[in-house]
């Protein structure tokens, strides 16, 4: 994408909202990010393996997202998730984007400029939450997990590539909810994105998940 094209404030929106989903691939991660795997207590083990087993069982969901970098940018929309391998992230004006997953590849669609990024699905940060089967061992590590307020905070890398990137996960633990994640880009900012009005096993138009290049704004599901 040209974001030297674009106004300063959306160019900042457009980065961060991709960066969230799509650059942990390819830009090198802060040095002092933790790599090593976390010392978990048979309690704290439980509580992931619960975690594990919830985030698997997930099929659909639907809720509303606000977005917010470090860097002030900020912006919100509605996030469709068909699991295995499908999501949408449908921004409110002005942010001009939409990201669409096939459950192969990643459409990022600048309605703007009228461009289209590509990359694998499996080269994106969130891939392991788009698995048929969500684990949290094997060829992704959990280097941290915090438990405050009734909030756990997990934070993973790539086994193979621990200094790739990272992603941190946040779930309300009772009842277990899946409340935020956040990744962190080579320049060291921070990308939150936060869910509300969350619906689980909803069901969800397939369409919303094709992108078509002569449509890409597609079909918008009904609330």
Do not use: C
């Not at 900020?74 to 001009?96: H, I, W």
């Not at 990359?119 to 788009?130: A, G, R, Y």
């Not at 193979?160 to 990744?183: M, Y």
């Amino acid at each position: 994408m040209r974001y030297s094209q674009l106004p300063t404030g959306r160019r900042s929106i457009l980065a961060m909202a991709f960066a969230a989903l799509v650059t942990g691939a390819s830009f090198p991660w802060p040095a002092l990010a933790q790599t090593a795997p976390a010392r978990l207590t048979a309690e704290q083990q439980a509580d992931v393996e619960r975690m594990q087993a919830y985030l698997s069982g997930i099929r659909t969901m639907q809720a509303r997202f606000v977005q917010v970098a470090s860097n002030g940018a900020y912006a919100e929309g509605t996030f469709y998730l068909s699991r295995p391998g499908k999501l949408r992230f449908q921004y409110d004006p002005p942010a001009p984007l939409l990201i669409i997953s096939d459950g192969t590849v990643v459409y990022s669609y600048d309605t703007a400029l009228k461009q289209t990024t590509q990359i694998p699905v499996n080269l994106t940060p969130l891939w392991f939450l788009l698995r048929e089967r969500i684990s949290f061992t094997g060829d992704v590590t959990l280097t941290r997990y915090d438990r405050q307020a009734g909030v756990v905070r997990l934070t993973l890398v790539q086994t193979k590539d621990p200094a790739a990137g990272s992603v941190e996960l946040a779930l309300q633990s009772e009842p277990l909810a899946l409340r935020q994640w956040s990744v962190t880009d080579g320049q060291g900012i921070t990308t939150n994105i936060a869910l509300t009005e969350a619906r689980q096993d909803v069901r969800l138009d397939g369409k919303l998940f094709v992108f078509n290049e002569n449509q890409p704004g597609g079909v918008q599901q009904h609330q």
